[in-house]
């Protein structure tokens, strides 16, 4: 939402500066040029992002037209699942878990909280850190090296799509400069039209170069920039997931566990500590 509605102030004010000073509109609107930049930038980018890499670039820009960052409200929700889910723990036992691990979109806790399972690698994160935790089969040390090690990985891996934009962004004002010397190549073979038709060939020709340096700074730039932060804020998400985790496996509380995963969350999206206890005894109070 907020990406589409930057890009229409971006062209808006660059295309409504240049009405305003007078220019003329139509001379702006050369297909050709753009498809010599958009063209090579295309192919650009296909030869540099093989195999499986092309689909997560695909998934990215996606990304960068839907806000799927977490919300106040996407981890107040968190909070209240991680505080029902290792309540039910130290009072059952880990063993009786492994029941609601089976499917979670079924599982009586789970399904109270849709904004959590919307989050597919949220999910099978916090899946598979319990599953330890019900397996017994790693110390509360081992395991905060091991979701570590995975909200490490899946960072590096959202950030190739990130790179690949940003590269590709960098070089469209070289692929701009590309079509305007092949503008004024055909402007030098035409040298003998009137002065209006080699100003417009020349014109056409430095629009090559606008598109380039307008589409790096103006699209690509921006967009890589906005994929690149909402990784940050979904690896947040999974940081607040492992700090329960873990603490819960060294035997907190489970208040206390919550308060642990709450002090992961940046502070513009952090629920209050009192809007955290009343959400707690909430749950609480609905399992009595």
């Not at 971006?10 to 609107?29: D, N, R, S």
């Not at 209240?80 to 599982?107: N, P, T, W």
């Not at 081992?142 to 590096?156: G, K």
Request: charged share 20%; aromatic share 8%.
């Amino acid at each position: 939402m907020f990406t589409l509605l930057g890009l229409v102030i971006v062209f808006a004010g660059i295309l409504g500066g240049y009405v305003w000073a007078g220019g003329p509109l139509h001379v702006l609107v050369q297909p050709a040029e753009l498809a010599i930049i958009g063209g090579a930038a295309v192919g650009t980018l296909i030869m540099a992002a093989p195999g499986k890499m092309r689909g997560r670039l695909l998934g990215a820009i996606g990304k960068a037209f839907r806000n799927s960052a977490p919300t106040r409200d996407d981890y107040l929700d968190l909070l209240r699942l991680q505080y029902e889910v290792f309540s039910f723990m130290r009072k059952h036992g880990a063993v009786l878990f492994d029941d609601h691990l089976r499917d979670l979109g079924q599982s009586t806790i789970f399904r109270k909280y849709p904004s959590f399972l919307r989050r597919p690698v949220a999910v099978e994160f916090f899946r598979d850190a319990l599953q330890q935790i019900v397996n017994g089969t790693v110390s509360a040390d081992e395991l905060d090296v091991l979701l570590a090690t995975e909200i490490e990985t899946q960072h590096e891996e959202a950030g190739i799509a990130v790179s690949l934009i940003q590269r590709t962004g960098d070089s469209l004002p070289g692929l701009g400069i590309v079509a305007a010397v092949l503008g004024i190549v055909i402007t030098m073979g035409s040298l003998d039209a009137t002065p209006k038709e080699i100003g417009h060939n020349v014109g056409a020709a430095l629009v090559g170069t606008f598109l380039g340096i307008l589409l790096c700074y103006g699209v690509f730039q921006p967009v890589a920039t906005n994929i690149e932060l909402q990784e940050l804020a979904s690896a947040r998400y999974l940081r607040c997931i492992k700090e329960g985790v873990v603490a819960s496996l060294r035997g907190t509380p489970p208040m206390v566990v919550v308060e642990f995963a709450r002090r992961a969350i940046f502070t513009d999206e952090r629920p209050t500590a009192a809007e955290t206890d009343a959400a707690c005894h909430a749950v609480k109070s609905a399992l009595a």
